[in-house]
């Protein structure tokens, strides 16, 4: 299937919200974990979403150019080429873009979109994140208030972290008091009242309940997926809406039980983010190949070794394999698992 029109992701989310599960997000740095999360999607029967980060975006388009808008593009094109091969529906989308990134990451994206759209076709990305969690709460709204209309206008989605998400991501580092990885019903509410509920352009929240990024143990982070449904029913009540006004997004979830993911789905998240333990599967089978066929891949002791060991599309199958695999746990962990459109 094609990548997703605006119009289909605005039903995928829809479609998670009103079943009660959610798609995952997976970070992806280059073709073959492209190819390794549709791979998983589709023996999932799930749709889902790919996305990148700044540092995504400055390796697509090599790490030593640094150009990162190219390589988001670059990114965006080959999943909106390759996904037609595929029976399931995706979106794309930019992961992660602070203040300081705005100007070379997701505001050349918006405006190449806008080009897009002038000539009549759909926007390169159908979501992008504004990260302001490291600036004060009112600027962070501030700035999501003048992205918003733009992003409207091209029919795409914003995403807002309103609230901390600890530990670091591509050099995305957050460090504070416990109290602020915690969103409170307040801080929402300051974001309501500037960014409405999608009459000015629809938004999704990553809100903030315990979450850190990168690896840790079961038991090491605290986190509160209860606190969404009490931010949910807060939002309901001040702004006098049905249940579940919110469109959320778990970030920080490696390692969270199931227990933790399936009570935060259950309070409005449709999309959680996945890159750790991706990351993990694809070169922990890349580590184990290496180990066992090292006389293969190393020409040990004069030898010549092994062509077909080392042909990086030997050990490149057997990756995104064990990453897709990681990715049909993740559609069963989140419910999505033969939920696809297409089905």
Not at 188 to 209: C, D, H, M, Q, Y
Not at 238 to 253: E, I, N, R, S, Y
Not at 306 to 334: F, H
């Amino acid at each position: 299937m094609p990548v997703a029109t605006p119009d289909q992701y605005a039903e995928m989310l829809d479609r998670a919200k009103a079943g009660s599960f959610a798609y995952p997000a997976i970070n992806v740095s280059s073709s073959q974990t492209i190819n390794s999360v549709l791979q998983g999607l589709t023996e999932a029967g799930s749709d889902g979403i790919l996305q990148v980060t700044t540092g995504g975006a400055d390796y697509f388009a090599g790490h030593t150019v640094k150009a990162r808008a190219t390589g988001a593009i670059a990114m965006a094109r080959y999943v909106t080429e390759v996904a037609k091969n595929y029976p399931i529906t995706v979106a794309v989308h930019t992961d992660h873009c602070p203040k300081p990134a705005l100007a070379d990451f997701v505001l050349p994206l918006i405006e190449a979109s806008e080009e897009e759209v002038r000539a009549g076709r759909n926007p390169i990305f159908q979501s992008h994140m504004w990260d302001g969690s490291a600036v004060p709460l009112d600027e962070n709204i501030s700035i999501a208030q003048e992205l918003l209309p733009r992003m409207k206008n091209i029919n795409a989605i914003l995403e807002v972290e309103i609230g901390v998400v600890g530990g670091e991501e591509d050099g995305v580092k957050h460090e504070g008091s416990n109290e602020a990885l915690y969103t409170t019903t307040a801080d929402v509410a300051k974001a309501v009242e500037a960014l409405g509920l999608g009459e000015n352009g629809r938004w999704i929240a990553a809100l903030t309940f315990g979450n850190v990024h990168g690896v840790y143990k079961p038991g090491n982070v605290k986190l509160r997926p209860e606190l969404l449904g009490e931010i949910q029913e807060g939002i309901a009540a001040q702004f006098g809406t049905g249940p579940k006004p919110l469109d959320l997004v778990f970030h920080g979830g490696s390692g969270s039980t199931d227990e933790e993911i399936a009570l935060a789905v259950s309070n409005g998240v449709v999309k959680m983010n996945i890159d750790t333990d991706t990351q993990y599967a694809f070169t922990r089978s890349i580590a184990g190949f290496m180990f066992q066929n090292y006389d293969g891949v190393l020409k040990v002791d004069g030898e010549v070794g092994n062509k077909k060991a080392y042909d990086p599309r030997a050990w490149g199958k057997i990756a995104e394999t064990a990453m897709a695999a990681r990715v049909v746990e993740a559609t069963q962990q989140l419910g999505s698992h033969g939920h696809s459109q297409s089905i």
